[in-house]
C-alpha cells in the first residue's frame, strides 16, 4: 500500500517526493524499482553537490544518499542540506555496518542509516519511519539506537577545525583532481583552491596529497576503492 502524506500548501493527500543520490547506476535503478509504486521520485542525481542544489530546488520530502559520492560525499551533502533549513528528512545508504558511520550521519543531522546490503528488505520501512520524525538505524549496525547516538562522533571531532569549503576541496583532492579542476568545480580562483589546501595542511598536520588521500578515505569521504 502506497504511502501518502499531507500537503503542507493545499492540505491534500499526497505520495511523498523522494529524492535518490547515488553514483552507481544499477543502484539508482534497483532504487527505483523497488521505491516507484510508494513514492513521487524525482529525477535521481549522482554526486552530492548535484544532489544539495537539486534539494534547494525541488524541496524534496526524504533524500536517500549513498554516503560515498563525487564531489561532495553523502555525509557532507547532508551537512549543508540541514544548514541550509531544508525540512528534507535524510537516509544515507552505506556499505559500512559499523556504529561509528551511523553515529557520523545522526551528527550532521540524517534521520536514517541503512547498510546497502539490507535496503531491498529496510529501505521503505526507513523512509516511512523518518517521515515520522523517528530515526531509523539498520539492525545490522545496532539494536539500541541510543548507543549510536551516544558513541563517539568522529567525524565532527576530527573534521571539525575544517571550515565547509576546505571539506569540499579534501574531498576534491582526494579524489584526485587537479588544481584548476577544483577550481572549476567550486567556482573559485585556482590560488583559492591552493590556499585552502595548504590551510587544510596545517590545520591536519600532513604534508602530501597523498597524505590527505589517506586521511579522506579513513574518514569516509571516499571510498578506498
Not at 66 to 88: H, T, V
Amino acid at each position: 500500500m502506497a504511502t501518502f502524506i499531507r500537503d503542507e500548501v493545499t492540505g491534500e493527500k499526497r505520495k511523498p517526493r523522494l529524492l535518490l543520490a547515488d553514483d552507481h547506476a544499477i543502484v539508482l535503478e534497483g532504487m527505483n524499482r523497488l521505491l516507484q509504486t510508494e513514492y513521487d521520485l524525482l529525477p535521481p542525481v549522482s554526486d552530492g553537490q548535484l544532489l544539495v542544489e537539486t534539494a534547494e530546488r525541488t524541496n524534496p520530502d526524504v533524500i536517500v544518499a549513498d554516503i560515498s559520492m563525487p564531489i561532495l560525499n553523502g555525509i557532507e551533502a547532508a551537512r549543508q542540506i540541514k544548514k541550509k533549513g531544508l525540512k528534507a528528512k535524510v537516509v544515507i545508504l552505506s556499505m559500512h555496518a559499523d556504529i561509528e558511520w551511523a553515529s557520523q550521519a545522526l551528527a550532521v543531522g540524517a534521520l536514517g542509516y541503512v547498510v546497502k546490503q539490507s535496503a531491498a528488505e529496510e529501505l521503505i520501512r526507513a523512509i516511512n519511519e523518518v517521515l515520522q520524525n523517528k530515526t531509523y538505524i539498520t539492525p545490522r549496525v545496532a539494536r539500541d539506537k541510543t548507543a549510536v547516538q551516544q558513541s563517539p562522533k568522529s567525524w565532527g571531532t576530527t573534521i571539525a577545525p575544517l571550515t565547509a569549503r576546505e571539506r569540499e576541496v579534501l574531498q576534491l583532492v582526494a579524489e584526485g583532481r587537479t588544481i584548476n579542476g577544483i577550481a572549476a568545480i567550486l567556482k573559485v580562483a585556482g590560488r583559492t583552491v591552493v590556499f585552502h589546501k595548504t590551510n587544510i595542511m596545517d590545520k591536519l598536520n600532513l604534508r602530501t596529497t597523498a597524505d590527505l588521500t589517506r586521511y579522506a578515505v579513513r574518514h569516509g569521504m571516499i571510498s578506498a576503492s
